[in-house]
């Protein structure tokens, strides 16, 4: 029965169709939940740092009912997609709320798109990781699956990941080197993959051309059936979606470095090298995307049985209080910059 909470991740979506049917200020009510009500119900609820015992472990793993709960992310969000074009584009809508439906849809497609899509992406099924890809294509950020699986959890933690933040770098500053880099890094990372395989540059194997059709092909519909309007709306949502993983990609390894050995290589990554966060309503609302560095220690865990790590360095909130509280510099490096390992501070 403890196991619907989990269900609790549904209240994102449910707060946006809820702003999109009564409109007015209503329209702001996903962001007013996330980084309101939230980060209030994180200082409310107490940490919870237990792991599970090896007989719940296998049981919750032949549970299916942790996958449904993924996989029921694939409607929902496509059907407040459509739902959100439809009413913009069809009803009188003021400025003001055409901008609150705007974040409101892109907080979910970050949530319930790319979060939910980052946990697929990892499953050994194909048809798992086909859905994670499709949660990726309304934020635009299809390419997320080649770069992270293939070069974040490899380069995690030092100066060659895009999706690590330097220690005293901005988060805002961060957006711009994650994006940017993470893109071009994905292009180079599919290069490599297709000369692994003997394929040329040119392969229908080439799944970065194929995620920029799709893409394409997706914006030339949502702007022949929903217009110039529906187009601007489609594109400034999945834009916040992407800020919105970029902003929990800077919290989640902020400052930490892995440390070179004699060899000159890295070493190898372990649970020092993500912040972890046991607060419950973080865990559950971003299906346990908090105990990050389980997640990094062994990649393919599922969500429903990662551990927390006493080694690994905690973060004195939940993630969507630390997301806000990022979006300050200033308080962000003074709760923080204390937090970071000494040996891990690049000179």
């Known amino acids: 029965m403890k196991d619907l909470k989990y269900l609790f991740a549904f209240t994102i979506p449910l707060m946006a169709f809820i702003g999109l049917y009564l409109k007015g200020i209503y329209s702001f009510l996903v962001p007013a939940y996330a980084f309101v009500l939230l980060p209030i119900f994180e200082m409310i609820f107490p940490v919870d740092e237990k792991n599970l015992e090896d007989e719940e472990v296998e049981n919750k793993l032949k549970n299916i009912f942790f996958d449904w709960l993924l996989y029921l992310n694939i409607p929902i969000v496509f059907s407040l997609l459509f739902l959100s074009l439809k009413t913009i584009t069809s009803q009188n809508i003021e400025t003001y709320e ?75 500053s961060f957006w711009f080197t994650s994006t940017i880099r993470q893109y071009f890094k994905s292009w180079k990372i599919q290069k490599t993959l297709l000369k692994n395989k003997n394929l040329s540059f040119f392969s229908l194997k080439n799944d970065m051309f194929w995620y920029s059709i799709i893409q394409i092909t997706y914006l030339v ?87 927390c790590h006493e080694e690994s360095p905690q973060m004195p909130y939940g993630y969507p209080t630390s997301m806000l509280i990022s979006l300050f510099p200033p308080l962000w490096f003074k709760i923080m910059n204390k937090r970071v390992p000494r040996e891990m501070i690049s000179s």
């Open 221 to 307: 519909l949502v702007y022949f059936f929903f217009s110039a309007t529906g187009l601007l709306f489609a594109l400034v949502s999945g834009i916040v979606g992407f800020i919105l993983l970029e902003t929990v990609n800077y919290i989640e390894h902020y400052g930490l470095l892995r440390l070179k050995t004699k060899s000159g290589r890295y070493e190898r990554v372990k649970q020092i090298h993500s912040w972890n966060s046991n607060h419950v309503i973080g865990r559950i609302v971003l299906y346990e995307l908090t105990r990050h560095s389980d997640h990094h220690y062994k990649t393919n865990k599922k969500y429903q049985i990662l551990d």
């Open 98 to 172: 055409w901008i609150g439906l705007m974040i409101s849809l892109g907080i979910v497609l970050a949530i319930n798109g790319i979060n939910v899509a980052h946990e697929l992406g990892h499953r050994q099924s194909t048809n798992e990781r086909f859905l994670g890809k499709a949660l990726l294509l309304p934020s635009l950020y299809m390419h997320f699956y080649i770069e992270h699986n293939f070069g974040h959890h490899l380069h995690a933690a030092t100066p060659e990941d895009p999706a690590t933040a330097r220690y005293n770098q901005s988060v805002y």
